[in-house]
């Protein structure tokens, strides 16, 4: 305890000082969002008000760069005498915006909070629904560089925990670096970039949300007897491909085929696709979830889905099998793109998980944007008239556009 | 002078906190800003009653007058250090759960006291119309002092009020040692009696130690006798406020720290 006054008088420091977090370092980079999760007690909060500057730690250092807003406990400034309008303001100030920031995002704080007509009544008469709306619609005005949550997205209905999520999402997507710590394990898998697993106060594992998630769970639903180590025997040392689950159900083997079960690695856009995947079971199991995720190369999630998702409930898994996700028509834009399966339990226990078991590319003459190509085309009436030639020749690289000009006749014509 | 410069940067902050203490003190009761007064108006009345009926004797006149120019920044002093005592422990929430510079609680407390003093200044005034309207005192151009006495008794109460705010923090004793010197402190210092009337010299040199006297005697020549504060008072009273306030500064950062943990 960095203590000036107590140095000298030992009596007077607390009797018994647990050290809540240990050699836990970390880098959160701009625009990532970085979750936290944990048992009660582990040292999640601790760890998010050490960055926020509230508590100094007593060794080492925490480097933050740009301006920070924690919601450690949303409300935390709210007086309970005066009225929500009264208390934005202060709550706002307190946050580190002006009279006139406030001002002109007063509205929105309001509409986003949902509070209505309660504005002017004393905030001691809301619900506590209404407190942390009130709350959680201040501090993420704030427009800060770093946003810190403490579990507070389980707080509200269902609507408004929607509402908090999109508009997490949307900060995100703007750079807003974001830490936070949370119990919804599903809410770390679908927002974050990477996590972190405390377990008292020591970094248990850190680095890909899904996989630190499943550690976790793997430790909380008690330590299960590691069977055979997730079989190797497909043996081919897949680059990049990230695999872990607990084993005791196997893909053994996964592979893209198209609908007459060749093996594909490159397709054109809107292909019929299957993924196929040879399942062995080492412990029959009642509990268990296919599901497969869609990449692009940039991170970004295409399409993900999974049996319990589509209400397929389990029966039972005795024995191997063969899982086939059929799609009729992989409408996606030139790139690059990455397919993980996985099939787990369905509060997300993994028992074989691979990420990035498949690497494709799908090509495509024209050189539109985006992720998802729909289907779709140009129709023009009146006086609209186009040159398809030349809008050709500028997307596409000129031999090419050369030779598209001699054997197509409608080259603009997409499907 | 870090601090200071931050405490610029939160002004708008303590702006807006002491425009909350206030309203959130007078919603919902009837006579609101008038509560604040009632302490002092009842010191003023048993005083006056006291020794104007029960020892007639050895009184300036008017009385309540006199008692009145003591009483408010005496009130202004104590109710402000009296508060800030509890100003932190009492928002652990917000040292706790918000980035907040804990220096603006003990701050506000002050902040909305002297609001409170400078708010009573009017009866005061018309008290000493009616009072020259009768002939009994002049209104003499001193009173014109005021606002400065008031500056430098705000920031010796500011001084005061982080020290006892952080360090009751740490040591919960501090609180009912405030609150038994202050009821101490009315009477060492000159409010209902005259320093100079006191026979024993070694007992007013005592009272001249008491850091609020030079504060209340140079209110009641400005107020009441219409003169210059003595040079040896307006000098302490510098000193005072220097003192108070570097220390309260010291001493807060010293412990700044500690707080979130202590609470």
Redesign the interface.
């Known amino acids: 305890?960095?203590?000036?006054?107590?140095k000298r008088d030992l009596k007077?420091t607390?009797e018994t000082s647990v050290s809540a977090l240990k050699d836990v370092s970390f880098v959160a980079d701009r625009g990532e969002a970085f979750g936290i999760v944990g048992r009660n007690g582990s040292g999640k909060s601790t760890l998010l008000?050490i960055i926020?500057?509230?508590?100094?730690p007593t060794s080492g250092i925490v480097r933050v760069n740009g301006r920070?807003a924690?919601l450690?406990?949303l409300g935390?400034?709210f007086?309970p005498?005066?009225t929500g309008r009264?208390n934005i303001?202060?709550n706002g100030?307190?946050?580190g915006l002006?009279?006139r920031e406030i001002d002109s995002r007063f509205d929105a704080i309001v509409e986003f909070s949902g509070i209505g007509d309660f504005i002017d009544q004393?905030v001691k008469t809301y619900s506590s629904g209404m407190y942390v709306r009130l709350g959680f619609a201040v501090a993420v005005h704030v427009d800060p560089e770093i946003l810190l949550i403490d579990e507070v997205l389980a707080v509200g209905d269902e609507e408004f925990s929607q509402k908090c999520i999109a508009k997490i999402q949307e900060l995100k997507y703007r750079g807003v670096t974001l830490v936070f710590v949370t119990h919804q394990l599903d809410q770390v898998r679908m927002l974050c970039d990477r996590a972190m697993w405390l377990d008292h106060g020591e970094v248990t594992s850190i680095g890909d949300p899904a996989r630190v998630v499943d550690d976790y769970l793997q430790d909380v639903s008690g330590a299960m007897p590691a069977p055979p180590s997730p079989a190797p025997d497909t043996a081919k040392t897949e680059i990049e491909e990230e695999r872990w689950g607990s084993g005791e159900v196997v893909l053994k083997r996964v592979v893209l085929t198209d609908s007459k079960g060749h093996e594909l690695v490159a397709l054109g856009a809107g292909s019929a696709v299957v993924v196929e995947m040879d399942v062995d079971v080492r412990v029959p199991q009642d509990d268990f979830v296919f599901g497969i995720g869609i990449y692009h190369a940039d991170g970004s999630c295409v399409y993900g889905t999974n049996t319990d998702l589509e209400g397929l409930l389990p029966g039972r898994l005795d024995g191997s099998g063969r899982v086939r996700f059929l799609m009729p028509s992989l409408d996606l834009v030139a790139g690059t793109y990455r397919i993980d399966a996985a099939v787990h339990t369905r509060n997300g226990r993994a028992f074989d998980y691979r990420r990035g078991v498949l690497r494709f590319v799908v090509g495509s003459r024209v050189h539109d944007i985006g992720i998802y190509r729909p289907k779709h085309e140009w129709r023009f009436d009146g006086k609209i008239a186009f040159r398809e030639i030349d809008n050709l020749k500028r997307n596409v690289p000129a031999p090419m556009a050369e030779y598209l000009r001699e054997n197509e006749p409608k080259p603009k014509k997409k499907s | 002078m870090n601090e200071l410069a931050t405490l610029y940067r939160y002004r708008q902050l303590l702006a807006a906190l002491t425009a909350r203490d206030l309203k959130a003190r007078y919603r919902g009761s009837i006579l609101g800003f008038f509560w604040s007064l009632a302490n002092p108006l009842l010191l003023l009345g048993v005083y006056t009653l006291v020794f104007t009926r029960f020892f007639p004797q050895q009184v300036v006149t008017p009385y309540p007058l006199f008692l009145f120019a003591g009483i408010l920044p005496w009130t202004f002093f104590s109710a402000a250090v009296l508060e800030s005592t509890n100003s932190i422990a009492g928002n652990a929430g917000l040292i706790k759960k918000v980035m907040f510079p804990a220096e603006a609680l003990p701050l506000v407390v002050v902040l909305s006291h002297l609001v409170h003093f400078a708010l009573a200044l009017p009866i005061l005034l018309v008290a000493m119309g009616i009072y020259a309207a009768m002939g009994q005192v002049t209104i003499s151009p001193t009173i014109a002092l005021t606002p400065f006495l008031m500056l430098l008794q705000t920031i010796f109460v500011a001084g005061v009020a982080m020290t006892v705010a952080s360090a009751s923090v740490l040591f919960r004793d501090l609180r009912d040692l405030v609150t038994n010197l202050m009821q101490l402190g009315f009477f060492i210092t000159p409010i209902i009696y005259l320093i100079d009337r006191i026979d024993s010299r070694l007992l007013r040199a005592l009272l001249r130690l008491n850091p609020m006297t030079p504060f209340v005697v140079s209110y009641q020549d400005v107020l009441f006798f219409g003169r210059l504060p003595a040079m040896s008072d307006a000098l302490l009273m510098v000193a005072y406020a220097l003192v108070s306030m570097i220390g309260g500064i010291f001493i807060f950062g010293r412990l700044r720290d500690t707080l979130a943990e202590a609470i």
């Open positions: 305890m960095k203590s000036a006054l107590l007077l607390p008000k926020s500057g509230i508590l100094k920070i924690a450690i406990e935390a400034g007086h005498e005066i009264e303001y202060i100030i307190m946050l002006s009279r004393p």
